[in-house]
Structures are given as C-alpha cells and as structure tokens.
C-alpha cells in the first residue's frame, strides 16, 4: 500500500509531514496512515502540474499519442483489477462484487477516453461559415490547462477515472485531492501512471483533509479549472472561491432523486430497481433514489413486498461471499445518518424496517438497511440528502400529483419512474426536471452518456463527450483573406 504523495513523477512525503489515518469501516481498525498535504505540497503539485502543460508538451502532443497512455493505464487498472478492488474494500466498506464492477470501469473510462482523444485530432478544429467572404474563421478546442481535482469517497476509484480520464485526454494536466477517507485506490492510480511511463507532472496525487489540501487546490492561482464532486456546502464555497480567479469549475453534488412507479409495473421488478435503486453501495449514491412515490393502488402490496426483502439482505463486510450490504464508510457517515433516522422519526415518520445496527455486528459501522414511511414533506429526511441506505416512501393518486412531488425539490440529479405503459413513462421522463433520468430502472451509468444535475445538484456534465468538453476551451482563429486593403483609417 502507497502513502506518500506523488508529485511530478516522483513519491514524496509532505512538506510538514503529516499523517491521516485510514480506518477500515468493516471493523473500525487502522489499516495504516497516509500523507496529509499542506498548501506547500499542494504548490509543489500545482508547479510540476503547470510546467507539464506549459513547458513540457502534454497539450502539444496529438491525441493518438496520449490515447497510448490512457490505453495504457486501462490496460495497468485491469492488470491488477481484483487487487485493487480488495483495497477499495477495505478502504471503503462496499462488497466486493461492486469493488471489482467499479474498478473495471475505472478501466474502460479510461479506455473510452483514448478514443475521444483520438477523435479530437479529426475534430479539435470546425470551420466557421462567414457572411464576409474577406475572412475564414475557425473554431479550435484547446486543453483548458491545469485542472484541480477534488473526489468523494463513495466511489474512490472510479470518481477518480471520471476526471483524470477526461482531463487527460483533452490535453490538460491534472492535481486530484481524492477523500480523506478512501485515498488508497488514487494512490494506485498513481502507481499504474508511474509504471506505464507517463510524463512526470502530468497527474499529481495529492492526499490530505479537505480544508487543507482541498482548499489548497481551490485557492491556487495556477489551477485553471476546478472539477468537484461531494456535498452541496462545499460545493458552493468553491465555486464561489472560482470566481475570484474566474477559473471554470464543474460541480456535481448530489440529491434527493425520485423514483416514480406507477400501478401497471410488475411488482417484482419495481421491488428490485427499487432496491437497486438505494441499498447499491449503502445508499451512498448521489442519484440515489431515495424518495419513493407509488401509485396508491399498489402501494400496501409493493411496500409488504420491499419491507419483506430489504429484511432478506445480507449485511457484512464486503469481503465476505454473498454479502449484498457493507456498512458506512465512516464513523461520521453512519453517525450522521443514524441522525436522520432519528430525526425524521421525530418528525412523525414510521419506521417500517431497519434503522438500527443489525444484530452480532458490534464493530463496523452497519446500519440496517431502512423504509420510511408516512414521511412528512416539510421534514429533513424527505428533503435533504441522507447518504446512506434510507428510502422514504409514500403513495400518490395521479401522475400530476406525482410529477408534483417528484420536482419539489431543489435538487435535480436523477430520477426515474416505471411503467409498462411507454407513453406514460416517457410523458413523466420529459416532465422531470433532472439531468439523469432512468425509465423502467434506477442506477445504470454509462461512460457514454452525460452525467450531471439540474437545479442545485451541480453545474456542467461529466461522462461522454461532455465530460471531454468539461476540459477544453474554444478558440476562434479568423484570418483576412484578401489581398484588398481595410481601407478605415487609411483610404
Ligand atoms: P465533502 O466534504 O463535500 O467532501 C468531498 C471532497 O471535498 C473530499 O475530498 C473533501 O475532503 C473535499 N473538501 C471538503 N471541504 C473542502 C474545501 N473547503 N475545499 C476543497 N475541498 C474540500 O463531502 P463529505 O464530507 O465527504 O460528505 C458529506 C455529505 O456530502 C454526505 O453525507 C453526502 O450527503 C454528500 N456527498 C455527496 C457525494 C456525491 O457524489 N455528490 C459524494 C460524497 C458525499 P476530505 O477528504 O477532507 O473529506
Ligand atoms: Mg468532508
């Protein structure tokens, strides 16, 4: 297991030399520490950073030829796949399965951006049609420069591939600051990128607290562009940072996602994407589909059938076979949303299952998979983002009244709704005000296809071409074709 930082190529300690502690939330026990970086770390990164990109060619080089090293990384995350996924277990609590689902991602985002890469030596350039016929004008994308980074712990690997890919691809050079809490898989990220040869500065892997390092990357003035994925609050305090320095920033910050289902679904399958849709990596999904709204018609039959399966669910720690729930990622986390379960029943919500430490687990921090129901709509837990594998349910009596309830949010991240009948569905799909919304299924993500929130849930889109874009600027070149004098100021 790494724990230096690595900086221009090189592993090194922090400047101050210090530590955090990683923790492995199965069993509350110190796996080993790792390094905290200062600004001085953080400076050291952003220098090597800025004298890739601006001396020593990464933006020069075609696409194709940075393409070999996305391939390459790719091909060193998959060489190591199942080992990494172990580590990410143990660094963050999810099983295993899911480990091993999200590194292979990891991997081929990585291999997906290659080929943008290369398709951006055929179109980095687009010819502007004038009115003026004296004048051509093109457009050109450029690598925006040095791209900050800044990750969650929910899914630490691949968070990770979503912008050092992008950012790699289109040219810019990168500093990432992964989570305090799960920094273990960016640290081998940084070792296939060393092994496979990539140009010293190009990818820097800062480790440290939030309001250190963090803030660090967000304040420094040769940071061009700042990509943020984690809570609202700091969200909103770096793009509010990014506009001293005008600097672009793409934020994505999670929600309160709606899942619509209405009484023509198989009851089955709705359980299922139902469950898909919350207790996938603990609930700690920023499109989480945690606020449930089912026709009123199904609604005892669904919810007697989700209570009796969510009660099925294996909950351990996430090495152990079969095991379909791990517990939180952090003492923190769990403590935090043991709070919400509390408070939301306080606020006259009924515990329909879970909302307790599942029984023989004395260490770890497990939280029984839980069902709200009757959940008042003024409250937190129908409001706010609870981050772990809590659903509130309620019933409704019309596709208004669920359209309605489904976007009286401030969030719009994801959203998604069941139906057999197609036109309802895709009439709900066009009604929700969501950057990412899913019909007859809650959850799946492509590489492919854009990524992002609507509303208070983020600015910009990662994944596809978007995410590509998220790294690049347009330049205008326009070039006076004509012999003929301007003939303004000289006749
Ligand atoms: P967070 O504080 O927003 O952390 C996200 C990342 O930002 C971490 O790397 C964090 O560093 C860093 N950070 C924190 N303060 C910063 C600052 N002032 N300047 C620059 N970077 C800073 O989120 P969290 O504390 O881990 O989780 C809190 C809540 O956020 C969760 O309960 C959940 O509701 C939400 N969340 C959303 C997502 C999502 O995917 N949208 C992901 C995770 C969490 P550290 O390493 O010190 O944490
Ligand atoms: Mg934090």
Same mark, same amino acid.
């Given at each position: 297991?790494?724990?230096?930082?690595?900086?221009?190529?090189?592993?090194?300690?922090?400047?101050?030399?210090?530590?955090?502690?990683?923790?492995?939330? #199965?069993?509350? =026990?110190?796996?080993?520490?790792?390094?905290?970086?200062?600004?001085? @770390?953080? $400076? !050291? %990164?952003?220098? +090597?950073?800025?004298?890739?990109?601006?001396?020593?060619?990464?933006?020069?080089?075609t696409g194709a030829?940075r393409a070999?090293?996305l391939?390459?990384?790719?091909?060193?995350?998959?060489?190591?796949?199942?080992?990494? #996924?172990?580590? =990410?277990?143990?660094?963050?609590?999810?099983?295993?399965?899911?480990? @091993?689902? $999200? !590194? %292979?991602?990891? +991997?081929?985002?990585?291999?997906?951006y290659a080929g943008l890469a290369e398709e951006l030596d055929?179109?980095?350039?687009?010819?502007?049609?004038?009115?003026?016929?004296?004048?051509?004008?093109?457009?050109?994308?450029?690598?925006?420069?040095?791209?900050?980074?800044?990750?969650?712990?929910?899914?630490?690997?691949?968070?990770?591939?979503?912008?050092?890919?992008?950012?790699l691809a289109a040219g810019?050079?990168?500093?990432?600051?992964?989570?305090?809490?799960?920094?273990?898989?960016?640290?081998?990220?940084?070792?296939?990128?060393?092994?496979?040869?990539?140009?010293?500065?190009?990818?820097?892997?800062?480790?440290?607290?939030?309001?250190?390092?963090?803030?660090?990357?967000?304040?420094?003035?040769?940071?061009?562009?700042?990509?943020?994925?984690?809570?609202?609050?700091?969200?909103?305090?770096?793009?509010?940072?990014?506009?001293?320095?005008?600097?672009?920033?793409?934020?994505?910050?999670?929600?309160?996602?709606?899942?619509?289902?209405?009484?023509?679904?198989?009851?089955?399958?709705?359980?299922?994407?139902?469950?898909?849709?919350?207790?996938?990596?603990?609930?700690?999904?920023?499109?989480?589909?945690?606020?449930?709204?089912?026709?009123?018609?199904?609604?005892?039959?669904?919810?007697?059938?989700?209570?009796?399966?969510?009660?099925?669910?294996?909950?351990?720690?996430?090495?152990?076979?079969?095991?379909?729930?791990?517990?939180?990622?952090?003492?923190?986390?769990?403590?935090?949303?043991?709070?919400?379960?509390?408070?939301?029943?306080?606020?006259?919500?009924?515990?329909?299952?879970?909302?307790?430490?599942?029984?023989?687990?004395?260490?770890?921090?497990?939280?029984?998979?839980?069902?709200?129901?009757?959940?008042?709509?003024?409250?937190?837990?129908?409001?706010?983002?609870?981050?772990?594998?809590?659903?509130?349910?309620?019933?409704?009596?019309?596709?208004?009244?669920?359209?309605?309830?489904?976007?009286?949010?401030?969030?719009?991240?994801?959203?998604?709704?069941?139906?057999?009948?197609?036109?309802?569905?895709?009439?709900?799909?066009?009604?929700?005000?969501?950057?990412?919304?899913?019909?007859?299924?809650?959850?799946?993500?492509?590489?492919?296809?854009?990524?992002?929130?609507?509303?208070?849930?983020?600015?910009?889109?990662?994944?596809?071409?978007?995410?590509l874009?998220?790294?690049?600027?347009?330049?205008?070149?326009?070039?006076?074709?004509?012999?003929?004098?301007?003939?303004?100021?000289?006749?």
């Open positions: 297991m790494r724990n230096e930082l690595y900086i221009d190529g090189q592993w090194v300690k922090p400047v101050k030399g210090g530590t955090c502690d990683v923790i492995n939330p #199965a069993t509350e =026990e110190l796996i080993q520490t790792i390094s905290a970086a200062t600004a001085e @770390d953080v $400076d !050291i %990164a952003v220098k +090597a950073a800025r004298r890739a990109f601006d001396r020593d060619g990464w933006p020069k080089l030829q070999k090293y391939r390459a990384i790719a091909d060193g995350i998959r060489a190591r796949q199942s080992e990494i #996924a172990k580590l =990410e277990v143990l660094d963050n609590g999810k099983p295993f399965p899911e480990a @091993d689902w $999200d !590194i %292979a991602d990891a +991997a081929g985002c990585f291999d997906f055929k179109n980095a350039e687009e010819v502007i049609a004038l009115a003026d016929d004296r004048f051509t004008s093109k457009a050109v994308k450029e690598p925006i420069g040095v791209a900050g980074a800044i990750i969650p712990w929910n899914y630490p690997l691949l968070m990770a591939a979503w912008k050092v890919a992008p950012a810019c050079t990168v500093v990432l600051k992964p989570a305090e809490q799960t920094s273990l898989t960016a640290l081998e990220l940084a070792a296939v990128a060393d092994e496979i040869g990539l140009p010293a500065g190009v990818l820097n892997i800062v480790t440290g607290a939030g309001l250190v390092a963090g803030q660090a990357i967000v304040d420094h003035k040769g940071v061009d562009k700042l990509a943020f994925t984690g809570s609202g609050p700091v969200g909103s305090k770096i793009m509010a940072a990014a506009a001293r320095d005008i600097k672009r920033v793409s934020l994505e910050l999670g929600g309160k996602s709606p899942f619509v289902v209405f009484d023509d679904v198989d009851i089955e399958q709705a359980v299922e994407w139902i469950m898909f849709g919350i207790f996938w990596n603990q609930g700690q999904v920023c499109s989480a589909t945690s606020r449930v709204l089912v026709h009123e018609a199904i609604y005892e039959a669904l919810l007697a059938r989700l209570i009796e399966e969510t009660e099925k669910i294996t909950i351990g720690n996430g090495m152990d076979d079969g095991v379909l729930l791990g517990p939180l990622v952090s003492k923190r986390q769990h403590e935090q949303v043991v709070a919400a379960i509390e408070g939301a029943s306080k606020a006259g919500a009924i515990v329909a299952c879970g909302g307790t430490r599942p029984e023989g687990f004395d260490k770890g921090y497990y939280l029984r998979p839980t069902i709200l129901t009757d959940v008042p709509l003024d409250s937190d837990a129908w409001v706010e983002e609870i981050f772990g594998p809590v659903v509130c349910v309620k019933p409704f009596k019309t596709e208004e009244e669920a359209i309605d309830l489904a976007n009286d949010s401030r969030f719009g991240l994801a959203a998604a709704v069941m139906s057999k009948d197609d036109i309802r569905a895709e009439r709900v799909a066009a009604a929700f005000r969501a950057g990412i919304v899913w019909i007859n299924c809650s959850q799946p993500t492509f590489t492919e296809a854009p990524w992002g929130g609507y509303k208070e849930s983020g600015i910009g889109r990662e994944l596809g071409r978007w995410g874009e998220n790294y690049l600027e347009t330049k205008q070149i326009t070039k006076y074709v004509t012999d003929k004098p301007w003939g303004w100021y000289i006749k």
